[in-house]
């Protein structure tokens, strides 16, 4: 595959390395220093950073200022875009506005539910799901079209992608909507944490066979616990998330004074064992709210120095 | 059919503590049905408002009981023409289809809801109801194995299932079926999965409310 965008993260990948990106969700404030900080943490270790836009449904800080404020410290962010908040009017707007500041990777989502977040009596809007927010960008890219039919003048040129859960139910189900998702326009894919290794190894597996590792790069997903607490939490309490029994029983075998290292080695084992696996292109380590964690797992899972672009 | 719930008789209460005559109106089709609001609900909701106002020692207030075959057409509702305006208040049963008719027909007469009106939807079994269509005006049963993503999934996902069905069940809540689990099936149970992987492209939304109130018009029935 060779790069269509300006894009650091597709340049990296097109070349052939394992890409690297990391995650910085926007305070729940409107202090930049706040993501100047986690972006100084991340800035070296990663290709580009995405920007997550509400996560859990929680208003914070918008993913589109947050991405300028990476972008204005000259790192490259990926603009997380959910259906859940705005309409199509909406969401090309903001499309545009990232591209105005030249924004070059947007991740399509859905978005959770807002009842898990802090004003679950809101309205959802999904007037897009994230399949037809990513054709929707592609459009704007390629064609220089808005939906409407008009003509865009300087298209935004975007690296498009867009999340996949291995581990969501029903599992027959897992390849054939990846391969809709590239249909749809998906360019580069980052998927949900991976605990259960046979499982996403099997999912990869079959995404090969169809030949969709070839049309589109699948970044692993992963997530180091810091507590066998987490560990359980995430087993129990996060939808869609696939944990084995032994995976939270070696966290809680663990004394609670060194969980948070035994955390980080499991999620750099994970790395290094992917690393070899063939239709992995790359690495999303989302390290919520632990991201001076970062630099460390990347260094010992052998992901550096990061590639030079142009 | 249209799914109501009653609504608590406190706040009904609220609306009519000033009347001094009230009718308690319900109708006998959907909200029969769904036991919010026919006959029986009527005879309930007024003998608790007439109790309400004899321990407040309003012995003087009337509360008239009755029950149209329907609030929703001007035929049935024409019954009530000679006594509606001998009332203070009308207190509907009907859904917010019927409450509404019946307040624009009798204009100056205040008309309350005595429902909060839910859904389109079926009883599942007795004293259980659950939503399946949101009358979007443009139907896509046909791609989607008869099971409605737009009333059905909790982010109206048309390509989905989303990164959070679990076990069959929708990320929101563990009692839901995931709208996309049921069409699966069914388009398994078909042998449609064709269906599945076909991009569904972008809705048209506008004959749905966003489109603004909508209308159906037929030329070939009108007289
Ligand atoms: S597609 Fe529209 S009309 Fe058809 S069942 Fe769903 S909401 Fe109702
Ligand atoms: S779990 Fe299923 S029903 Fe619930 S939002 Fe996701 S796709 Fe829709």
């Not at chain 1, 955390?263 to 690393?275: A, D, H, M």
């Not at chain 2, 149209?68 to 207190?91: F, P, S």
């Not at chain 2, 563990?174 to 099936?185: F, N």
Request: hydrophobic share 35%; glycine share 8%; net charge negative.
């Amino acid at each position: 595959m060779s790069a269509k965008t300006p894009s650091k993260l597709e340049k990296v990948m097109a070349a052939g390395h394992l890409g690297v990106t990391s995650e910085c969700g926007p305070p729940r404030g409107s202090d930049p220093e706040v993501i100047k900080h986690k972006a100084e943490l991340l800035k070296d270790c990663v290709d580009a950073i995405n920007v997550t836009d509400n996560q859990t449904s929680v208003v914070r800080t918008s993913s589109l200022a947050t991405c300028i404020h990476l972008k204005l410290m000259g790192l490259e962010p990926i603009l997380q875009m959910v259906t859940r908040d705005r309409n199509r009017i909406a969401l090309q707007s903001d499309i545009l506005g990232a591209a105005s500041f030249d924004i070059a990777n947007v991740l399509c989502l859905s978005g959770d539910h807002q009842s898990f977040g802090d004003n679950p009596q809101g309205q959802n809007v999904h007037d897009l799901d994230s399949m037809q927010l990513l054709w929707t960008v592609r459009k704007m890219r390629d064609e220089g079209t808005f939906l409407g039919g008009d003509e865009i003048k300087r298209p935004p040129k975007m690296f498009v992608g867009a999340a996949a859960n291995p581990f969501a139910d029903p599992f027959e189900i897992r390849v054939p909507r990846l391969a809709k998702k590239i249909e749809a326009g998906a360019e580069f894919i980052q998927t949900q944490c991976i605990y259960n290794l046979e499982k996403f190894e099997e999912w990869i597996r079959l995404a090969e066979d169809r030949g969709l590792t070839e049309k589109c790069y699948i970044m692993a997903g992963v997530t180091p616990f810091k507590s066998a607490g987490m560990a359980k939490y995430m087993k129990n309490r996060v939808p869609g998330m696939d944990v084995p029994d032994d995976v939270v029983k070696r966290m809680a075998d663990t004394p609670k004074g060194s969980q948070a290292e035994e955390g980080i080695n499991i999620c750099v084992e994970t790395i290094q064992r992917l690393k070899e696996l063939k239709g992995v292109s790359g690495f999303h380590i989302m390290a919520i709210e632990w991201e001076e964690k970062v630099p460390e797992i990347v260094e010992r899972a052998g992901l550096m120095p990061r590639p030079e672009t142009d | 059919m249209i799914v109501a719930d009653k609504k608590p008789v406190e706040e009904i209460i609220e609306y009519v503590k000033d009347c001094k005559k009230i009718l308690v109106l319900g109708c006998n089709e959907c909200v029969t049905v769904c036991e919010a609001g026919g006959k029986k609900e009527v005879g309930v909701l007024a003998a608790t408002l007439r109790m309400y106002f004899s321990n407040q020692g309003a012995e003087d207030v009337q509360v008239d009981e009755r029950t149209l075959e329907r609030q929703c057409d001007h035929e049935y509702l024409e019954e009530i023409r000679d006594i509606a305006d001998q009332y203070d208040g009308i207190v509907s049963i009907a859904c917010g289809v019927g409450i509404q008719f019946t307040a624009e027909k009798y204009h100056s007469i205040p008309v309350y809801p005595g429902v909060n009106t839910c859904f389109l939807g079926v009883t599942e079994q007795r004293g259980l109801w659950t939503e399946r269509c949101q009358a979007c005006g443009q139907c896509i049963l046909a791609y989607t194995g008869g099971i409605c993503p737009v009333a059905r999934c909790a982010k109206r996902l048309f390509n989905g299932p989303c990164g959070g069905s679990s076990q069959g069940k929708c990320e929101i809540n563990k009692e839901l079926d995931c709208a996309w689990q049921l069409i699966i099936d069914r388009l398994k149970a078909i042998d449609r999965m064709d269906l599945y992987e076909k991009f569904f492209n972008i809705k048209d939304w506008s004959t749905d409310r966003a489109g603004g109130p909508r209308k159906v018009e037929r030329e070939d029935v009108q007289i």
